[in-house]
Each structure stands twice: as structure tokens, then as C-alpha cells.
């Protein structure tokens, strides 16, 4: 299997109906987005960051900066935004966040589709549903979660070709989105990073790297031969706006009373 046909998910209980895709994990992101009606050459952010097992905490913590924050920079600027799609961390709170708000920004999620489940696609207990706030899924090959990251990674860089820019940001995390940056730092799906510090778990890791240093050889090539960026989660919504704006050279827009 290349690519599938486009078609539509019913989240009937939330009244939603996104698109989607079935696709290989070798699939070409620029065909997986001619599926999809999404377009090249803007602006596009591919966040890899926690899920289940984030904390109260830490989605306390970062709440504000992804809801009046980065998704009202999305909005403002129609960035491309691109997660995992299921309906955990920080990917439930940006689709709550584009629901609460009537966003339209395009909002991509790329999971593996032994591993989740959505209506019409039952599977056991196990299995992650999506979240139904997302405009677009990508239902990619693969055995377990991870085996999309270069998928979602490919679908980021597509949206930012033709002259865009791509950002990678790290929010909370293990070994997964660990796995993820290394291969954003080092291999040839490249982009810059940015680290929210204070989000928990491997985001805090590698903040303190870059401060401090780093002992674990994967840490270290990342920092060798990436470009990483943080910015304190404690920064709220305004200070990941500003961050933003200065990254993609964006211009701040008004704010309806």
C-alpha cells in the first residue's frame, strides 16, 4: 500500500468529520497531502510530545501555551501543525484547543493504525483512540507507536516546502519523542528544535543538556548536530507567541477585544 483514497471519520458524539488516509510508513508525505486537499509552501510545526503518561502537572503547566499560545499563532499565521492524532496529552489538548476556539488551521494527525482505534475501527482496549478535533489523520503501516514518526516528521517538512519554514517542538516526552529528536538533529528529515522546558520528562532532559551538558551519547549528538532552541513552558501564551513570531519572522496580530 502507497497511499489510500481520502475519506471521512464521523466522530458523531462531537459532530466532527475529518479526513483521513490509510498510507505505508514509506509513504511519500507529498502524495499522503494531495489526499489530503493540504497545501505546501507555509509555515508548519511538528510537535512530538507526551502522551499518556503526562502528568497533571505538567498539563497544568503547559495548558495556556498551547491553547492561547501556540494555537492562536497557528490560527493567526495558518500554520500547519502536525502530532499523533490520538486523544491523549498534548495532542488532546491542541485539538480541544482548535475546537473550543473554532480554529481552521489544519491540524494533522499521524499515528499507526494497529494501534489506535476510531469509530467504524474498533480494536481491543489497548488501542488509542483519535482525537475527534483534528481535521486530518494519517493512518500509517507499522506495529507500534513510533514506527510514524518519520511519517509525521515527512508531512511537517511537505507543508513547510516551496518555501515555508518547519519548526520541531518538544513537549514532555520519553523515549519515543527522545528517539524523534535524535532523528530530527541528526538524520535527513532535519528541523529546527524547540524545547519546552518545565513540560516534564525528556523535554526537561534536554533543556538541562543544553544548559549543562549531557553524559548520554544520544543527548549529545543532538546537541552536536542540531539546532535546539528552549524556551521555559513558564513563559505562559504571550512568551510562546513572541518566540514564535520571532523564529518564523512573523508579524503579532491584534487580538479581538
Known sequence: MGVGEAFTIAFSAQGTA???????????????GAALGLKPGGLAIAIMGGAALMTDDSTRTIRSGLEDGLARFAQDHDVTIVDGGTAAGVMAL???ARARRSFTFPLVGVTVAARTAWPGHELDDEAAPLDPYHSHFVLTGGEDFGDESDLLAGMALYAASEGGKALGLIINGGAIVKAEAHAR???????????LDDS??????LAEAVRSGSSDPAVQDILEHGEVHVLSAHAGARGLRQWLEGFFGTSPVEESP
Open 18 to 32: 475529518p479526513q483521513a488516509v490509510q498510507a505505508a510508513r514509506d509513504a511519500s508525505p507529498a502524495q499522503v
Open 185 to 195: 538533529a541528526t538524520g535527513p528529515l532535519k528541523m529546527p528544535l524547540l524545547v
Open 200 to 205: 516534564g520528562r525528556f523535554a526537561d532532559e
Open 94 to 96: 491542541m485539538g480541544m
